[in-house]
């Protein structure tokens, strides 16, 4: 029998080494738009391979079992399993069935209205968006027993290190066990395990089905992406077009040397889906994505005998029946499947997914066929394609779709939609529909009084003037928390630390430098100001003469300290002005939010921050505020080149001089601190006074600047204010859509490391490791200080055009410490 990874091992020369059952295990395929040229394909994960029900959840059940027996009866009942959305969810469930007294938690990147977050996190190489954990009971994951993380690989042991940091912070624990059906490491990242646990105080255990690892050899990368494009033109579509696919014909036999989509016999009408219904049992979830409880799965036992019955109605007699789950809803068709496999039908299961993988039917390869169809269940990233692999040509002659009820649209029964796409190959199409469990409403807690301190102020906190701003931080400034530049980016990249947990150590500006900041505010102060006016005046059209102004430290405090003297100058009006933390990742600091809560009307906070790159932030704080009442879930800023806010005072991508500084022209505040042995569950967030730095404060003197233009701009804010008030001022995302396409043009494959904006490309290269600049062709003076940074630190600036910033700049995607960047080229610890 040949080997699935043959086709891609002989063109691209990678070897699979280990375990003697890895090729039974594992086959290759390549990617759509690669970070690495190949994607591993489980042969038993009911994936993109439709398998025998009983081979795959066997497969989790095992693993599960081992776990078991490594922690005991006693340890096993105290212990919570989470799985990984999307491809991991049913063999996490699978693995929580072989352990037979836990409860099961799989992630999500679905949000539910109504639903708690308890957690998230993301994947740096994912297409898709952040995860999420939504318990349904709020002290599920803060129980002290072992958790068990299931992942269908473990290579660099990223993502799974992610979220046991983020957990560990929120609840710490003694033991984490983590599962895969392979284990994939380098042996670079062998030590990592051990080396974490220690830095964390807890012992975490690896339970493996198999072991092994990938050879690559040299310019693989580039070979990958070669033979994607040569596979694209064959089939007659654009490099990076879809369909991803190769027509030839049928061969001797009944297979096919190519990849195909298999058309359906002209002269046959495409069958009429039949809908049956399960008779899902009330009150049983139809997955984990809110918890799953050993009682819950002693009920859906109860109830499969019947709705196997019903199904086995429906399929009327097929011989060759594929079960065919939906994205993160695997369990559910798994177990279904299965039942009906134990009932005697010829029976394969596999699901749909929102990854994108070349197709080529060869029998060396692992992705031979597939259907491509649009999104049916409104995704909170918009719409998309979606995939069915290995579903055409497949021998099936009934298929049953499982979805959940979020999913049954009209999408899903559209002309191009998946149950029309399986109609076009398979004869005989049944829907089943399982509802889609809704959490019981969270009651509230009874209010407490506030124990929060009041908010710290200059001059014991900030240079800034009492009245200008209100701190809602703890004061850290006796802590040492800078660490260098390129270590902190190792640590970051490589999953040790998040970005919050340290500082970078405060650029000192060259004299040079300095006369540039101060060019740059003499040339664009009266720009900066009719901005500040803009956006000023509109907050107060559209949300009342008394807003409460909430600047997101620390770009944000000098925009909030700017419209403050503006209402005050033009209105007489002294608003009330905080700034908080917020951090990617994880979140806004909801203690400052109590404070505010406690002493504000939550309608009148308007968020405040300098300007928006690609809009991670808008989205964050949009994320966090579900969790509270009231507050609305808007940012003003002073720019928005990425087009992601309604309120703004420019869509300009222009230099505002308080983003060439950094403490020294915010009050001389660091930026803020988020560490679980510093910041406890009932403190602000953390920030450093550097009162050391007040020779070189020009804080004061950037307000005074801007603030001596405002009568010159007076009549043109007016003038602009209606204008804008009348037009639509619709966010786009088309600077999250051109930050996606220059991480996959640059090989990147992570957002998070591209910057755009000339405020977010001077952050590059004051505080992380840049590896190259995109500048705007003829974007002329407003980059200046940018190219003198660059040329500073030896980073290429690349001219470039159709760019809709005046700059981005690029972070190191695999940085290791001594890599500078400065060729142009990605460094790869070995």
């Known amino acids: 029998m040949v080997w699935t990874g043959t086709w891609v091992a002989e063109r691209l020369g990678v070897e699979l080494l280990g375990d003697e059952k890895l090729p039974d295990l594992l ?69 929580a069935d072989g352990l037979g007294s836990a409860t099961y938690l799989h992630s999500t990147r679905r949000p539910v209205e109504g639903a708690a977050t308890a957690g998230g996190f993301e994947e740096s190489h994912s297409h898709a968006t952040s995860h999420l954990l939504l318990p349904e009971d709020p002290e599920l994951l803060a129980a002290p027993g072992p958790l068990v993380l299931v992942d269908d690989e473990f290579s660099t042991g990223n993502t799974v290190l992610n979220t046991i940091r983020d957990l560990h912070e929120r609840y710490p624990r003694e033991r984490y066990v983590i599962v895969a059906l392979v284990d994939m490491r380098s042996a670079a990242d062998l030590g990592r395990l051990e080396a974490f646990g220690r830095e964390i105080g807890a012992r975490i255990d690896l339970v493996a089905g198999a072991t092994g690892t990938v050879r690559l050899p040299d310019g693989v990368l580039a070979k990958g992406q070669a033979l994607v494009t040569a596979q694209e033109t064959a089939a007659g579509v654009a490099p990076g077009g879809a369909p991803l696919s190769v027509s030839v014909p049928r061969q001797p036999g009944g297979s096919r040397t190519g990849s195909a989509p298999v058309p359906a016999p002209a002269s046959a009408p495409a069958p009429v889906p039949v809908r049956v219904g399960l008779g899902w049992p009330a009150g049983v979830p139809d997955g984990g994505r809110h918890g799953f409880t050993p009682a819950h799965a002693v009920a859906l036992n109860d109830a499969l005998p019947a709705m196997t019955e019903r199904l086995t109605e429906a399929l009327g007699g097929a011989r060759r029946v594929l079960v065919l789950g939906f994205e993160e809803l695997m369990y559910t068709p798994l177990r279904l499947a299965l039942a009906l496999e134990r009932a005697g039908t010829d029976v394969h299961y596999s699901t749909t997914t929102r990854s994108p993988v070349l197709a080529v039917d060869d029998p060396g390869y692992a992705i031979r066929t597939r259907l491509v169809f649009p999104a049916h269940d409104e995704p909170a990233d918009g719409p998309g394609e979606r995939y069915a692999y290995n579903v055409a040509g497949g021998g099936f002659d009934a298929v049953v779709a499982v979805v959940d009820s979020v999913a049954d649209t009209p999408e899903l029964h559209a002309p191009d939609g998946l149950l029309a796409r399986l109609a076009a190959h398979i004869p005989h199409v049944v829907l089943a529909v399982v509802p889609s469990y809704t959490p019981s409403p969270i009651p509230e807690a009874p209010e407490r009084s506030s124990m929060l301190p009041e908010p710290l102020r200059g001059p014991a906190f900030s240079s800034y003037a009492p009245e200008e701003v209100g701190w809602l931080l703890q004061d ?250 009348a037009a639509d001022r619709t966010p786009t995302w088309e600077g999250w859509a051109a930050v996606e396409r220059i991480s996959e043009e640059y090989g990147i494959h992570d957002v998070n490391l591209v910057k755009p904006g000339v405020g977010e490309t001077t952050r590059v290269l004051l505080r992380r490791v840049p590896w190259k600049i995109l500048a705007k062709r003829g974007a002329g003076a407003d980059l200046a200080h940018v190219r003198l940074l660059a040329e500073q630190r030896g980073v290429p600036v690349e001219e470039v055009d159709e760019l809709p910033y005046s700059c981005v700049g690029l972070i190191h995607p695999r940085f290791t410490r001594g890599a500078t960047g400065a060729d142009g080229k990605a460094v790869v610890s070995q």
């Open 27 to 95: 086959g290759l395929a390549l990617r759509r738009n690669p970070k690495r040229a190949h994607l591993l394909v489980s042969n038993v994960l009911g994936k993109h391979v439709p398998q025998r029900p009983s081979v795959v959840h066997g497969a989790g059940h095992e693993l599960g079992v081992r776990v078991r027996e490594l922690l005991g009866d006693a340890e096993t009942a105290r212990s919570v399993v989470l799985g990984y959305a999307e491809t991991a969810t049913g063999l996490g469930h699978s693995v």
């Open 476 to 725: 850290l400034s006796d802590v040492e928390l800078e660490a260098p530049t390129e270590e902190r980016e190792e640590a970051i990249q490589s999953g040790g630390a998040h970005y919050a947990e340290s500082l970078p150590v405060e650029y000192q500006p060259s004299e040079r430098y300095q006369e540039l900041y101060a060019s740059a505010l003499d040339a664009s102060a009266a720009r900066i100001a009719r901005a500040v006016g803009t956006v000023t005046e509109t907050v107060l059209a559209e949300r009342g003469p008394r807003p409460v102004l909430v600047s997101l430290a620390r770009a944000g405090t000098p925009v909030g300290v700017l419209m403050r003297r503006w209402a005050q100058h033009r209105h007489g009006l002294d608003l009330p002005h905080y700034a908080v933390s917020i951090v990617r990742g994880r979140g806004i600091d909801a203690n400052a939010l109590r404070w505010l809560a406690e002493h504000h009307d939550p309608a009148d906070v308007v968020f405040v921050d300098g300007w928006t790159g690609k809009g991670a932030i808008t989205r964050e704080l949009s994320d966090a505020l579900d969790e509270f009442d009231g507050f609305v879930p808007e940012i003003a800023v002073l720019a928005d080149p990425g087009s992601c806010v309604r309120t703004y005072g420019t869509r300009e991508d222009f230099l505002i001089p308080s983003a060439c500084l950094n403490s020294t022209v915010s009050g001389l505040i660091s930026r803020t601190v988020l560490r679980a042995d510093l910041v406890g569950p009932h403190d602000f967030h953390g920030a450093k006074f550097y009162r050391e730095l007040a020779g070189a404060d020009v804080s004061t003197a950037f307000l005074d600047a801007v603030a001596a233009r405002f009568d010159e701009v007076a009549d043109a804010v007016d003038t602009e204010v209606k204008e804008l008030l």
